[in-house]
């Protein structure tokens, strides 16, 4: 039965379900996929976030909570790989040697450009680079991802010119959409808090603006618009975050965070009076 405190959550859920099952009908995913796939995330969001005093949630619990039944808990507590990488980390030595091309002094020339960097070398080159902001990361790979995605491009003479601040992998490739997970996840994850934070907790910045009687004229302008707003926005917030980086000779221990900013758009046709 269905409580008059769940009802506003689910008719919620229903609204960012939709494109949601959009996208995984246009994959190839089945209800039943994702219904085994929701399962198993249930149970280890149960066991992992909702212990009582700190302590591991048991399965009694864990049952209680999901409102399945103990021996299923136990099954799907077997099949949860806690083993798989985050998507974030591997993106995230893709979007950094981007990111310090733009920024770090050594990559740049006198009037603050990205210089194009021969291969190999001790200073100012694409080895050089790589070292510094994507560490044992194997070169080759990293390197074939780049100019797939047309991040950067290989010159004639051997060397490489940077082509994009950001990492931006070619669309439904597998890089793609693990990207798409993180963002989905960070913007649910920054809702969530906000919504069930305790009083004393910061809220986390979420906000946007929009306008349901905008002429579809206006679209290319708009479109414009926030290209040049929005990826000026995110250079300034890159700028920031790299000026308060943990220090590359710093201990493995010391405290660190993942901090940042998202913009999107928001595009979505109007039928009737628009009300």
């Known amino acids: 039965m269905v409580t008059s405190a769940q009802r506003p959550i689910l008719t919620a859920c229903r609204t960012w379900l939709r494109p949601v099952a959009r996208w995984l009908l246009r994959s190839g ?17 149960a066991s992992d976030e909702f212990g009582i005093r700190g302590r591991p ?12 039944a103990r021996r299923e808990v136990r099954r799907e507590r077997l099949a949860v ?27 740049l020339d006198e009037t603050g450009r990205p210089l194009e960097l021969p291969a190999d070398g001790e200073r100012a080159s694409f080895a050089a680079l ?20 047309r991040s950067i491009e290989r010159l004639d ?16 490739d ?14 649910v994850a920054t809702v969530e808090h906000n919504l069930s934070r305790k009083p004393d907790e910061p809220s986390r910045f979420e906000g946007r603006a929009q306008n349901r009687h905008i002429d579809p004229r206006h679209l290319p302008a708009f ?24 220090p590359a000779n710093a201990a493995g221990d010391a405290p660190r965070l993942r901090l940042g900013a998202g913009v999107y758009a928001i595009n979505e046709s109007i039928t009737g009076d628009g009300s």
């Open 29 to 45: 995913v089945t209800y039943r996929e994702f219904a085994e796939l929701a399962r198993n995330v249930f149970v280890a969001t």
């Open 57 to 68: 949630t048991n399965v009694s619990r864990v049952a209680l909570l999901t409102g399945l």
């Open 130 to 149: 790589i070292k510094r902001y994507a560490g044992d990361i194997p070169t080759t790979a990293l390197v074939k991802e780049l100019l797939k995605s």
């Open 157 to 172: 003479g051997g060397s490489y010119r940077v082509l994009r601040r950001y990492y931006m992998p070619r669309p439904m």
């Open 174 to 187: 597998a890089r793609s959409v693990e990207r798409a997970g993180s963002v989905l996840a960070d913007v």
């Open 223 to 246: 479109r414009a618009f926030l290209e040049r707003e929005g990826q000026g926005f995110l250079e300034r917030m890159d700028d920031w975050l790299a000026t308060h980086e943990v």
């Open 81 to 107: 790989d806690t083993r798989a990488p985050r998507a974030e980390e591997a993106l995230n030595h893709a979007s950094r040697i981007l990111s310090g091309w733009h920024l770090d002094a050594d990559f």
